[in-house]
């Protein structure tokens, strides 16, 4: 059975993109793929040390000893996986830049990708801004470089106008509650 890894920046729960995250889930399932899911949140990530162990040892690994350890182990195990943050002052949360620069042992001096080979990542982004256009290049940078660590990039969605509790629910908005049921649907084929 092949084997997704869901991962959610947002600290909120049951906020929009928890809930874009689910719907991408339903997709995966529905393709007979089992799915892990894991808010970044609830883990010890510490930002890297920069201590170049993995560029010394040349080794897709990691010398911190905190929760990043079991993610990496998920992230060698699955097949294919999605990323899902809000934007926080115009780029990723806290929580999911520090696990993409944890990525850090993925990407060899000479910037040669070093993540077993065979998987794919989706992203779903969601905003508050109405204007789509607005972080579009926080966001291409964000993919560019968790793509370098040889995670080729599926595809990708960015929901707009959203704020948890404030602006209408996201389940209101059909187009990209589809939008991100597809995205899942589609990442491992
Ligand atoms: C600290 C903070 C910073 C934010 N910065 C932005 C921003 O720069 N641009 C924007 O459009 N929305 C921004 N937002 C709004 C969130 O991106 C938006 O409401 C998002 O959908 C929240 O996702 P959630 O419901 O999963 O928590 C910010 C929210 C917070 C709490």
Redesign the pocket.
């Known amino acids: 059975m092949k084997k997704a890894l869901i991962l959610i920046g ?3 729960k049951k ?5 874009l995250a689910a719907e991408a889930e339903r997709g995966l399932k529905e393709n007979g793929i089992e799915t892990k899911t894991v808010f970044l949140n609830d883990l010890k990530i510490k930002g890297c040390q920069a201590c170049y162990w993995c560029k010394k040892n040349d080794v897709a690994e990691c010398a911190m000893k905190d929760d990043m350890q079991n993610l990496h182990q998920l992230m060698k195990e699955c097949d294919g996986m999605i990323v899902a943050s ?6 990723v949360t806290a929580q999911t830049k520090a696990w993409l620069d944890r990525l850090f042992p993925y990407i060899g001096m000479d910037l040669s990708p070093k993540m077993p080979p065979g998987k794919k990542v989706s992203f779903i982004f ?4 109405p204007d789509a256009r ?2 579009a290049t926080p966001i291409a940078t964000f993919m560019q470089m968790v793509g370098l660590t040889g995670l080729p990039v599926k595809d990708h969605m960015l ?2 106008d ?3 509790g404030v602006k209408p629910p ?1 389940e209101d908005n059909k187009k990209v509650m589809e939008q991100a049921y597809h995205l899942g649907k589609n990442l491992i084929q």
């Not at 906020?15 to 809930?19: D, R």
């Not at 809000?86 to 780029?91: K, L, M, N, R």
């Not at 969601?126 to 801004?129: D, K, S």
């Open positions: 947002s600290p909120r906020g929009s993109t928890a809930t809000p934007i926080y002052f115009a780029g969601t905003q508050n801004q607005l972080f929901a707009c959203l704020d948890t996201v």
